[in-house]
T-cell receptor
Framework: DVKVTQSSRYLVKRTGEKVFLECVQDMDHENMFWYRQDPGLGLRLIYFSYDVKMKEKGDIPEGYSVSREKKERFSLILESASTNQTSMYLC???????????FGDGTRLSIL | QKEVEQDPGPLSVPEGAIVSLNCTYSNSAFQYFMWYRQYSRKGPELLMYTYSSGNKEDGRFTAQVDKSSKYISLFIRDSQPSDSATYLCAMSAIGANNLFFGTGTRLTVIP
């Protein structure tokens, strides 16, 4: 079974802090994704990566950056956290084109 | 107009009922269709994965795709309280890595 592990289930940070969310997958997948999930808005893609050191902006990249130094690890960075970034963050990975995405259990992030 | 539309519900049914969950879409390039189940405070879990039109059955679950109508469905037979979750549809075009998601339908199966 594919295992996508997100480092924290719950996280509370202060406005202005730099926040790191970590994600690791164990299936040697090329593609990795970061989403945020908000009530009524569904899943929105923040960034994705199709290879080490490669990244592409999704639908809502503003205020976020990502890092992929190793194939199995994809990090989401909130450069200066703001209250409107309070959300559920989901990481996913997938194999080559059109393979389904597999998700971690999410990080519920609160920015105070 | 969103690319994928899904009735958010909520939907409540008695145990044993047949459940029908649906999504419509506008992009005729979509060829791969998925259903995910998401329990409260967990990530989405892949339930069904189909290509192009037709039906696919897995136990109590049947996924149906009608590309001519741009309409996909998930049927759950003999629904159980453990089926209570949010169900998300997702789809992609050939050669694409990105998925387009519906907003999810929240289902409650009442014992």
């Amino acid at each position: 079974d594919v295992k996508v592990t997100q480092s924290s289930r719950y996280l509370v940070k202060r406005t202005g802090e730099k926040v790191f969310l970590e994600c690791v997958q164990d299936m040697d997948h090329e593609n990795m994704f970061w989403y945020r999930q908000d009530p009524g808005l569904g899943l929105r893609l923040i960034y994705f990566s199709y290879d080490v050191k490669m990244k592409e902006k999704g639908d809502i990249p503003e205020g976020y950056s990502v890092s992929r130094e190793k194939k199995e690890r994809f990090s989401l960075i909130l450069e200066s956290a703001s209250t409107n970034q309070t959300s559920m963050y989901l990481c996913a990975s997938s194999g080559p084109e059109n393979q389904p995405q597999h998700f971690g259990d999410g990080t519920r992030l609160s920015i105070l | 107009q969103k690319e994928v539309e899904q009735d958010p519900g909520p939907l409540s049914v008695p145990e044993g009922a047949i459940v029908s969950l649906n999504c419509t879409y506008s992009n005729s390039a979509f060829q791969y269709f998925m259903w995910y189940r998401q329990y409260s405070r967990k990530g989405p879990e892949l339930l069904m994965y189909t290509y192009s039109s037709g039906n696919k059955e897995d136990g109590r679950f049947t996924a149906q795709v009608d590309k001519s109508s741009k309409y996909i469905s998930l049927f759950i037979r003999d629904s159980q309280p453990s089926d209570s979750a949010t169900y998300l549809c997702a789809m992609s075009a050939i050669g694409a890595n990105n998925l387009f998601f519906g907003t999810g339908t929240r289902l409650t199966v009442i014992p």
